[in-house]
């Protein structure tokens, strides 16, 4: 069965630190990854996917994540947080038209 | 170019009522989605139209919601009649064809029942 585990509800981080957010996955097939960013009160934003090639993908916002096959994980990754980034966090699998999407992290952004 | 439209952005009705969500999907995406996002939780899709035809509607209370896409663009999901569990906001994306293309949101509707 196709799941998705979000470990983390929220995290806090400093403006500046370095971020990073936990995906791990269950898919019977190879996996299509994404992250999605949600501002409240907004729908959600594509931040980065992967499909196949290289395991290190590049977002938007200065995001990025890496495909752990044998880990079963696709976590998310910036290396200094804006303020602009708190927001709640959204990871996904699936097939390219069905997605199942975890329970999201909440990052709150402190100065 | 355009995201996806949805409409309207908030509404309030009481329990037993019925209500209706349209969305326009970006022009040219043949594939679209409907998704209930409850408080706390991830979006779940409710259903997914190619075209005017129905993909996968597995997840759908068919009892009591209903949804439409009759000229293959813009769709409505109804809901007849409420029941407080559907206090959400119901989120519409489409994709293109091409299975390496994501799928986009809008901005979603968020209901609250009374």
């Known amino acids: 069965a196709q799941s998705v585990t979000q470990p983390d509800i929220h995290i806090t981080v400093s403006e500046g630190a370095s971020l990073e957010l936990r995906c791990n996955y269950s898919?019977?097939?190879?996996?299509?990854l994404f992250w999605y960013v949600q501002s409240p009160g907004q729908g959600l934003q594509l931040l980065l996917k992967?499909?196949?090639?290289?395991?290190l993908v590049q977002g938007i916002k200065g995001f990025e994540a890496e495909f752990k096959r044998s880990q079963s994980s696709f976590n998310l990754r910036k290396p200094s947080v804006h303020w602009s980034d708190a927001a709640e966090y959204f990871c996904?699998?699936?097939?390219?038209?069905?997605?199942?999407f975890g329970t999201g992290t909440r990052l709150t952004v402190i100065p | 170019e355009a995201g996806v439209a949805q409409s309207p952005r908030y509404k309030i009705i009481e329990k037993r009522q019925s209500v209706a969500f349209w969305c326009n999907p970006i022009?040219?995406?043949?594939?679209l989605y409907w998704y209930q996002q409850i408080l706390g939780q991830g979006p779940k899709l409710l259903i997914q139209?190619?075209?005017?035809?129905?993909?996968?509607d597995s997840q759908l209370p068919k009892d009591r919601f209903s949804a439409e896409r009759l000229k293959g663009v813009d769709s409505t999901l109804k809901i007849q009649p409420a029941k407080l569990e559907d206090s959400a906001v119901y989120l519409c994306?489409?994709?293109?064809?091409?299975?390496?293309?994501?799928?986009?949101f809008g901005d979603g509707t968020r209901l609250s029942i009374l």
């Open positions: 994306a489409s994709s293109s064809r091409d299975r390496n293309q994501p799928q986009h």
């Open positions: 898919y019977g097939a190879t996996p299509y």
């Open positions: 992967y499909f196949s090639g290289d395991t």
């Open positions: 996904a699998v699936g097939g390219a038209n069905n997605l199942f």
């Open positions: 022009s040219g995406h043949a594939t």
């Open positions: 139209f190619q075209n005017n035809g129905v993909v996968d």
